[in-house]
């Protein structure tokens, strides 16, 4: 079976963190002093690489999906009371990662179908 699976389920489970961030972060744009924060999955996903089978010495070796990823403060402005959310630059976000965990949810509800049918035979 491979590891896609456990990288599809670390795609939505980032996505799901990440979402919760987000709308704190828009949740507190009222908040003086608070500071908006995001998680850097994109760094992660742009590393990963699926495992691939070694078979000569000259293959390539492929990365493991870290899932961790990191919780980082924006560095944008301030406003006058301290407070950097900007909502537009959030609703931005916010879709975006939407159609990442849909896109993630798809392709194990696709995943899941293949495996179904080749049972099935």
């Given at each position: 079976m491979g590891n896609h699976f456990k990288i599809l389920e670390g795609i939505v489970k980032q996505a799901s963190i990440r979402h919760g961030i987000i709308?704190?972060?828009?949740?507190?744009?009222?908040?003086?002093?608070?500071?908006?924060?995001?998680i850097k999955f994109a760094d992660e996903l742009k590393k990963a690489t699926l495992e691939?089978?070694?078979?000569?010495?000259?293959?390539?070796?492929?990365?493991?999906?870290?899932?961790?990823?990191?919780?980082?403060?924006?560095?944008t402005k301030p406003w006058l009371d301290k407070n950097n959310v900007e909502l537009d630059?959030?609703?931005?976000?916010?879709?975006?990662?939407?159609?990442?965990?849909?896109a993630g949810i798809n392709m194990l509800s696709i995943k899941i179908r293949m495996f179904k049918n080749a049972l099935r035979r």
């Open positions: 709308l704190s972060n828009i949740a507190n744009s009222d908040t003086p002093g608070y500071r908006a924060k995001d691939l089978k070694i078979t000569h010495f000259k293959h390539i070796r492929g990365n493991h999906l870290e899932t961790s990823g990191q919780v980082v403060f924006e560095p630059l959030e609703m931005a976000k916010l879709v975006e990662n939407a159609l990442l965990f849909q």
